[in-house]
Protein backbone atom coordinates (compact mmCIF):
# COMPACT_ATOMS: atom_id res chain seq x y z
CA UNK A 1 0.00 0.00 0.00
CA UNK A 2 0.76 3.77 -0.41
CA UNK A 3 2.42 5.68 2.61
CA UNK A 4 4.46 8.71 3.55
CA UNK A 5 4.86 11.31 6.09
CA UNK A 6 1.28 13.05 7.09
CA UNK A 7 0.30 16.08 5.47
CA UNK A 8 0.43 18.29 8.24
CA UNK A 9 3.98 17.76 9.76
CA UNK A 10 6.52 20.58 8.01
CA UNK A 11 9.41 17.52 8.53
CA UNK A 12 8.16 14.69 6.79
CA UNK A 13 9.46 13.38 4.36
CA UNK A 14 8.68 14.74 0.38
CA UNK A 15 9.39 10.87 -1.03
CA UNK A 16 6.11 8.28 -0.36
CA UNK A 17 7.38 4.71 -0.38
CA UNK A 18 5.16 1.30 -1.07
CA UNK A 19 4.92 -0.53 2.22
CA UNK A 20 3.90 -4.42 2.63
CA UNK A 21 0.71 -5.58 4.07
CA UNK A 22 2.56 -8.23 6.16
CA UNK A 23 5.18 -6.03 7.76
CA UNK A 24 8.57 -7.57 9.69
CA UNK A 25 7.69 -5.01 12.67
CA UNK A 26 10.67 -3.50 14.61
CA UNK A 27 10.89 -3.16 18.24
CA UNK A 28 8.51 -0.63 19.75
CA UNK A 29 10.27 2.62 19.79
CA UNK A 30 11.48 4.16 23.42
CA UNK A 31 12.53 7.58 22.44
CA UNK A 32 10.87 10.59 21.93
CA UNK A 33 12.15 11.76 18.58
CA UNK A 34 11.33 9.62 15.25
CA UNK A 35 10.19 10.12 11.79
CA UNK A 36 6.76 8.52 10.85
CA UNK A 37 4.84 6.80 8.31
CA UNK A 38 1.04 7.72 7.52
CA UNK A 39 -1.39 5.55 4.74
CA UNK A 40 -1.82 7.38 1.30
CA UNK A 41 -5.40 8.63 0.62
CA UNK A 42 -6.82 10.00 -2.38
CA UNK A 43 -8.80 13.52 -1.98
CA UNK A 44 -9.84 14.00 -4.79
CA UNK A 45 -13.09 12.61 -7.39
CA UNK A 46 -12.16 14.10 -10.50
CA UNK A 47 -11.00 11.07 -12.10
CA UNK A 48 -14.55 9.31 -12.29
CA UNK A 49 -14.71 6.74 -9.16
CA UNK A 50 -15.57 7.97 -5.57
CA UNK A 51 -12.16 7.94 -4.64
CA UNK A 52 -11.67 10.69 -1.92
CA UNK A 53 -10.92 9.33 1.50
CA UNK A 54 -10.14 5.68 0.31
CA UNK A 55 -6.50 4.22 0.73
CA UNK A 56 -4.10 4.03 -2.30
CA UNK A 57 -2.73 0.75 -3.49
CA UNK A 58 0.87 0.44 -4.66
CA UNK A 59 2.46 -0.77 -7.55
CA UNK A 60 6.08 -2.11 -8.84
CA UNK A 61 6.71 -1.94 -12.15
CA UNK A 62 9.38 -4.54 -13.49
CA UNK A 63 10.28 -4.57 -17.18
CA UNK A 64 13.92 -5.46 -19.29
CA UNK A 65 14.09 -1.85 -20.03
CA UNK A 66 16.52 -0.15 -17.51
CA UNK A 67 15.61 3.43 -18.35
CA UNK A 68 12.20 5.10 -17.06
CA UNK A 69 10.68 8.80 -16.85
CA UNK A 70 7.30 10.44 -16.14
CA UNK A 71 6.55 12.93 -18.64
CA UNK A 72 3.84 15.36 -17.04
CA UNK A 73 1.73 16.96 -19.70
CA UNK A 74 1.29 13.79 -21.85
CA UNK A 75 -0.61 10.97 -22.03
CA UNK A 76 2.05 9.16 -24.82
CA UNK A 77 5.76 8.51 -25.04
CA UNK A 78 7.77 10.08 -27.80
CA UNK A 79 9.51 7.71 -30.40
CA UNK A 80 11.24 4.89 -29.54
CA UNK A 81 10.12 4.46 -25.87
CA UNK A 82 7.35 2.09 -24.42
CA UNK A 83 4.18 3.64 -22.79
CA UNK A 84 4.36 1.33 -19.86
CA UNK A 85 0.74 3.61 -18.45
CA UNK A 86 -0.77 6.61 -18.68
CA UNK A 87 -2.84 8.60 -16.03
CA UNK A 88 -3.12 11.50 -13.50
CA UNK A 89 -0.51 14.24 -12.29
CA UNK A 90 -1.14 13.94 -8.73
CA UNK A 91 0.76 15.56 -5.78
CA UNK A 92 0.47 16.60 -2.07
CA UNK A 93 -1.57 19.95 -1.39
CA UNK A 94 -0.10 23.15 -2.49
CA UNK A 95 -1.00 24.60 0.65
CA UNK A 96 -0.55 22.35 2.89
CA UNK A 97 3.00 22.41 5.37
CA UNK A 98 5.14 19.23 4.36
CA UNK A 99 6.85 18.43 1.34
CA UNK A 100 5.26 16.30 -1.12
CA UNK A 101 6.08 14.56 -4.32
CA UNK A 102 4.75 14.60 -8.09
CA UNK A 103 3.13 10.71 -8.85
CA UNK A 104 1.65 9.75 -11.69
CA UNK A 105 -1.67 7.70 -10.89
CA UNK A 106 -2.99 5.08 -13.48
CA UNK A 107 -5.22 6.47 -15.56
CA UNK A 108 -8.17 3.66 -14.16
CA UNK A 109 -7.07 4.51 -10.32
CA UNK A 110 -7.50 1.94 -8.02
CA UNK A 111 -8.41 1.44 -4.04
CA UNK A 112 -7.86 -0.69 -1.21
CA UNK A 113 -10.27 -2.93 -0.36
CA UNK A 114 -12.06 -1.62 2.72
CA UNK A 115 -9.41 1.21 2.30
CA UNK A 116 -11.24 4.30 4.07
CA UNK A 117 -9.59 5.62 6.72
CA UNK A 118 -10.17 9.29 6.38
CA UNK A 119 -10.89 10.63 9.52
CA UNK A 120 -7.08 9.48 10.05
CA UNK A 121 -5.31 10.87 7.20
CA UNK A 122 -1.84 10.89 6.11
CA UNK A 123 0.12 11.05 2.74
CA UNK A 124 -3.03 12.97 0.95
CA UNK A 125 -3.11 13.16 -2.91
CA UNK A 126 -4.70 15.42 -4.96
CA UNK A 127 -5.22 16.42 -8.66
CA UNK A 128 -2.51 18.31 -9.97
CA UNK A 129 -3.69 22.03 -12.04
CA UNK A 130 -1.84 24.38 -13.77
CA UNK A 131 -1.65 28.12 -13.06
CA UNK A 132 -1.25 30.73 -15.51
CA UNK A 133 1.29 32.68 -13.77
CA UNK A 134 5.08 31.77 -14.94
CA UNK A 135 3.39 29.16 -16.94
CA UNK A 136 2.56 30.32 -20.23
CA UNK A 137 -1.27 30.13 -21.69
CA UNK A 138 -1.42 29.22 -23.89
CA UNK A 139 -0.17 26.17 -24.63
CA UNK A 140 -1.23 25.74 -21.12
CA UNK A 141 -5.17 26.54 -19.54
CA UNK A 142 -5.36 27.60 -16.15
CA UNK A 143 -6.85 25.28 -13.81
CA UNK A 144 -6.87 22.27 -15.42
CA UNK A 145 -5.92 19.19 -14.53
CA UNK A 146 -2.10 17.15 -15.80
CA UNK A 147 -2.45 13.94 -17.49
CA UNK A 148 1.13 12.38 -17.35
CA UNK A 149 2.47 8.78 -18.98
CA UNK A 150 5.70 6.60 -17.95
CA UNK A 151 7.94 5.59 -20.32
CA UNK A 152 10.73 3.44 -20.88
CA UNK A 153 13.69 2.22 -23.00
Known amino acids: MGAGGHFANIGRNANPICIPHDPE ?3 KNTEGEYGAVFGM ?3 TNSFGKHMKGKDVPCAVCRTERPTFFMIPGHSQCKD ?3 KEYSG ?5 HFG ?6 YLCVDGAPDVLVNGTHNAVSGYLLYGVISFCTSLHCPPYKHNTLFNCVVCSK
Do not use: I
Open 88 to 92: HLMSG
Open 25 to 27: VGP
Open 96 to 101: HAGASN
Open 41 to 43: EYQ
Open 80 to 82: GWT
